[in-house]
């Protein structure tokens, strides 16, 4: 076992640490009825016993309860944040102070100890990964390959960490299943349109103290968490323009009735921008000089990649902290540009952010405890590489949140069944 400490002995006031983050737990559980609906099956069934289960995900409340979940299974888990800045520490001590859980994740942890955090969760030797960025599959495979042998399989939560585990799928690297959690219905047409869109927001309103009305909104991208972020932008009675490279999605994100342009054109035009791309570089030097002073700068794709901040910093005369979670880089013209969060994604690693809301976790974490428990009945089906998580996997949890929200649908009946199931009836 790796001698890096456990949260609980990196930081003092553990008792009021433990106590605030059971409270944060508590709340969450409250509002995520699949998890609780598994819980009762899981608790008596006890699906993970003797098995391990490595996490790497952004440690707060609502993670916390899937955590929790695993462990009540009958698992041993091992976790570690997937993000320097999204770990709320009183979660992380709350999880530690469990007796199957050991958590890592500190927040503001530096490269060095986020990159030990992984290693230790390593050492516990975990037979399942879940991720949120691929970060521990990456060290797996680059530091302890000597795991993969007794590695069942992965799960995967976000876009990014599925693009990088299909092109490392590609290079025939990757040496173990995982399922793309992020790619069902269930998780990215609720968590990145919807999660992604409000919790954005809402951050971004926190932490600025501004409001979106009246505003330009520029949004970076419009795929799943683009549609979200400019859908409750427009909601909240912003002008929203949306800049792609696909043309695909330019052409709905125009049918929608929001302007398209380039960025370096909006640069110029808008108040706050909000990058979702999951690419580098979308807000660079040239776009820089087109922004008007006071422009507020936030990301919400998975790496802090998309706000060129190197060189905006470079660019800048003067840089400080205008309010907590706000960097004003001021230029030698004298204009203010603000960015959120040190461009890290805003909805989770700015000052007081919460993440997505409980209610959506409840559906993206439900398929991650069910992709665990197909990996442990059903692991020896998955060659490595990366697969789709079965259809009846995201079925089972829609019809528990059907079920919890007390909504009754129709059933097909036999001859409707045989009907779509046919060929031969043309007009
Ligand atoms: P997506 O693939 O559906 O959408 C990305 C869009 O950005 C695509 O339409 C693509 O054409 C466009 N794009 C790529 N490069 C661009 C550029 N230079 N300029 C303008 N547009 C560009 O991906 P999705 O699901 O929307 O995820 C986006 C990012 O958000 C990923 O990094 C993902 O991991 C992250 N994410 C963040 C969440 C959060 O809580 N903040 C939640 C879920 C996902």
């Not at 952004?58 to 041993?76: F, I, N, Q, R, S």
């Not at 990159?115 to 680059?142: F, K, Q, R, W």
């Not at 501004?210 to 909240?236: D, I, M, N, P």
């Amino acid at each position: 076992m790796s001698e890096y400490p456990s949260i609980s002995n990196q930081v003092e006031d553990i008792d009021a640490l433990r106590e605030e983050g059971q409270q944060k737990m508590s709340w969450a559980r409250q509002h995520m009825p699949i998890i609780e609906h598994l819980r009762e099956d899981y608790r008596s069934n006890q699906p993970f016993e003797g098995y391990t289960i490595g996490m790497a995900m952004h440690v707060e409340a609502k993670t916390a309860v899937l955590v929790e979940l695993l462990a009540e299974g009958g698992a041993e888990v091992a976790i570690t944040g997937c993000n320097p800045l999204s770990t709320h520490d009183d979660v992380s001590v709350a999880l530690d102070s469990h007796p199957s859980i050991t958590s890592y994740a500190r927040h503001g942890a530096e490269d060095e100890d986020y990159y030990a955090a992984i290693d230790a969760v390593l050492s516990h030797s975990p037979e399942i990964t879940i991720d949120d960025g691929m970060d521990m599959v990456a060290a797996v495979h680059e530091d302890h390959p000597e795991l993969i042998d007794t590695i069942i399989g992965g799960a995967e939560e976000t876009t990014t960490g599925v693009h990088r585990l299909r092109a490392m799928d590609e290079d025939g690297e990757l040496n173990y299943p995982v399922f793309a959690v992020n790619d069902t219905p269930m998780k990215r047409l609720f968590d990145n349109i919807h999660g992604t869109g409000e919790s954005s927001l809402a951050n971004i309103a926190m932490t600025t103290n501004l409001s979106f009305a009246g505003k330009t909104v520029v949004v970076g991208g419009y795929g799943y968490c683009g549609k979200g972020v400019a859908k409750k932008a427009a909601g909240q009675n912003a002008h929203v323009i949306v800049t792609e490279v696909e043309p695909r999605r330019a052409l709905e994100a125009h049918m929608e009735g929001y302007e398209v342009m380039p960025m370096n054109e909006a640069a110029a035009k808008g108040d706050i921008f909000i990058t979702t791309t999951g690419n580098r570089d979308v807000i660079t030097e040239d776009d820089f000089e087109q922004l008007r002073d006071g422009a507020v700068l936030a990301n919400a794709g998975h790496f802090d990649v998309e706000i060129d901040l190197d060189t905006l910093s470079d660019m800048a005369a003067d840089q400080y902290t205008a309010r907590e979670g706000v960097e004003a880089y001021e230029m030698p013209d004298g204009r203010r540009i603000n960015v959120l969060a040190e461009g890290r994604l805003v909805n989770l690693a700015s000052p007081v952010s919460l993440g997505h809301p409980a209610e959506v976790m409840d559906q993206s974490f439900a398929i991650q405890a069910v992709c665990v428990r197909e990996l442990i009945e059903h692991g020896d089906k998955y060659e490595p590489g990366v697969h789709d998580v079965p259809d009846r996997l995201d079925q089972e949890i829609a019809e528990i949140k059907l079920d919890a929200e007390g909504v009754d649908i129709d059933t097909l009946t036999d001859t409707q069944q045989e009907y779509l199931d046919s060929w031969d009836h043309g007009t």
